[in-house]
């Protein structure tokens, strides 16, 4: 069946990196656009950034993590990577892996992401 599994995430300092990770099983992932979202503590869902399908390669951005943020794909691995750069307080949620896969919405179980000083 098909599942998302996230990994990569922790506690890192204002302007610290981490590599997020989302690998994908029962479904090949480059035929289907990949989305990150995060809920922060008493927010609402956001997305953060997505990725079409191999065919086509483009990439989608929230204006808050724009310059900051890149997203990419190992087709060979099945896995979806957000790399998060210079990161701010405000960047502190769950982050989650979502896929639209034959009509079926399907999500990760979320990794954290911390960021304190």
């Known amino acids: 069946q098909v599942q998302l599994v996230e990994s990569g995430g922790g506690l890192v300092q204002p302007g610290g990196s981490l590599r997020l990770s989302c690998a994908a099983s029962?479904?090949?992932?480059?035929?289907?656009?990949i989305g990150w979202f995060r809920q922060a503590p008493g927010k609402e869902r956001e997305g953060v950034s997505c990725?079409?399908?191999?065919?086509?390669?483009?990439?989608y951005y929230a204006n808050s993590v724009k310059g900051r943020f890149t997203i990419s794909r190992d087709n060979a691995k099945n896995t979806v990577y957000l790399q998060m750069n210079n990161l701010k307080p405000e960047d502190t949620a769950v982050y989650y892996c979502?896929?639209?896969?034959?009509?079926?919405?399907?999500w990760g179980q979320g990794t954290q992401v911390g960021v304190s000083s």
């Open positions: 979502w896929a639209r896969v034959r009509g079926h919405e399907f």
């Open positions: 029962g479904f090949t992932l480059d035929y289907y656009a």
């Open positions: 990725i079409s399908s191999s065919g086509d390669g483009s990439t």
